[in-house]
């Protein structure tokens, strides 16, 4: 076994490259923020547009279901831009128009599977796009890059935390079946690591109090968790163990967000209650 198998039996994945990957795309996320924060859009944009494809493709090769690809690609991108000038009216726009162009889209491959295939391409619509243009939303606000800097803090404090604490001490699994490498003692781990970040981050970078940063990090915890296990019963369901080979030690873009994407909504929720823009 090579150092590289090593470290990747370990750490369940090839962990030298994960970090550089993550290095990188976190880097390209702070540089945007702290210059010209609408720039973090864009990048939403394409991260939406790589991660929509990704997912088409894994429902495809996988259970053989046709994701309605472009009408959910460009509504995708509608959803995401429309949501910085027109907020949620423009988001939900875009999403209803999305859904109608899929059912219209499908027309084209006849009667047989249509419900199956509809169905895909509005849960595609859904988990990606959609929830990922409240992450968009984040950054409008005048202190939009606080408020973006604090979800993705959260997500990295709390998928961090667990990763160690699973590591060294993970004993319990959570759910055997959809994740067995995910354990109670991981997500102690989160929830230390998400509460002390979450009290941080909202009381010195958004001015709200500690209670509610505290209950902003059990929150983005539990929502990061339940992304982490509603993708790895996605891939079991499919028999696939990445959505996509686009970054090294990660899988693709997809295998990445999916502790992101629920958080982002919730998120902008919690944040829009609690420190009002």
Known sequence: MTTGEAKASRAGRNLPAAIAVGVVLGGAVLLALL???????????????????ELAGALKRGAGLDVARWPVLIGGQAMVWLSWPLGRDGLLTAFVLTILA????RFRGGVEGYLRDTTASVFTAAYV????????????????????LCFMILVVSS???????????????????????????????????????????????????????????????????????????????????????????????????????????????????????
């Not at 210059?35 to 494809?53: C, E, L, P, S």
């Not at 067995?180 to 998400?194: D, R, T």
């Not at 079991?236 to 030690?249: A, E, F, Q, S, V």
């Open 35 to 53: 210059t010209v924060r609408h720039v973090f859009i864009g990048i939403v944009a394409v991260a939406v547009a790589v991660a929509t494809w």
């Open 102 to 105: 899929c059912l219209l889209w």
């Open 129 to 148: 796009p959609l929830f990922a243009s409240f992450a968009a939303m984040l950054v409008v606000p005048a202190d939009g890059t606080a408020r973006v």
């Open 159 to 277: 998928d961090t935390g667990g990763y160690i604490a699973g590591v060294l001490f993970g004993k319990h699994p959570m759910s055997p079946t959809i994740s067995p490498k995910k354990s109670w003692e991981g997500f102690c781990g989160s929830l230390v690591a998400g509460v002390t970040a979450g009290a941080l981050t909202v009381h010195l970078m958004l001015g709200g109090e500690v209670w509610q940063g505290v209950l902003f990090g059990a929150a983005i915890v539990a929502t990061a968790t339940l992304g982490d296990l509603v993708e790895s019963v996605i891939k079991r369901d499919l028999g696939i163990k990445d959505m996509g080979t686009l970054l090294p030690g990660h899988g693709g873009l997809m295998d990445r967000m999916d502790s992101l994407l629920p958080s982002a909504v919730v998120s902008w929720l919690l944040l829009r209650l609690f420190v009002p823009a």
